[in-house]
């Protein structure tokens, strides 16, 4: 595992900690979220983001856990918290909590990770799907603010300020994952996705029970 910060990230997604505990430490930790910023993501109050912070923190004192860095035999057992952590911090650069609009920090390395996991495990469709994800929105954030600071909605976008490139990356990963046909959560939103620049946008839920049904609980919030 040749990046730094990745490496940290599966080594703080230890498997002896609940997933949502395990998730909220890292995001704290290595995620560069705040805890208000958390909640928000899990749709719970704050308290219970710190409470599960304090937990987590306890059972790795009490337990004597090692953060050791994890072998390749181990990565899949974190996979889905590390990949929990990757959506959710590039959330919350699309949609930040609090201040401006977006946090283009936030985005581009949740990115970056993503791009770095998808090579670690090539192999693993569920990997390349968060990556085709990210890509085709971050594909469409320069049209995501107008000129005034304002929010602007994808039926209202500019569409020629969207990024091609990284679009045809991601249509090019969503085939990839349909070909090896082993569906998840993050490979059918980017396959919704991928779809999406040629349509307006589905109004309802963002998840329907079809996709709840298809493929498990789906990861906890999706930005436009």
Known sequence: MRDDQLRMIFTCCHP???????????LRLLGGLEVAEIARAYLVPESTVFQRIVRAKKKIRDADISYRVPGAAELPDRLTSVLTVLYLIFNEGYASTS????RTDLCLEAVRLARELAELMPD??????PLALLLLTEARRPARVGPAG???VLADQDRSLWNHRLIAEGHELVRRCLRRDRPGPY?????INAVQPTARPPTGPRCSPCTTNCCG????RSSR
């Not at 609980?217 to 906890?220: H, K, L, N």
């Open 16 to 26: 002896a900690l609940s997933p949502p505990a395990r998730t909220a430490l890292t």
């Open 99 to 102: 201040g401006e609009l977006l």
């Open 124 to 129: 693993e469709p569920e990997a390349l799907g």
């Open 150 to 152: 304002e929010l602007v």
């Open 187 to 191: 490979q059918l939103q980017a396959a």
């Open 217 to 220: 609980t789906p990861p906890p």
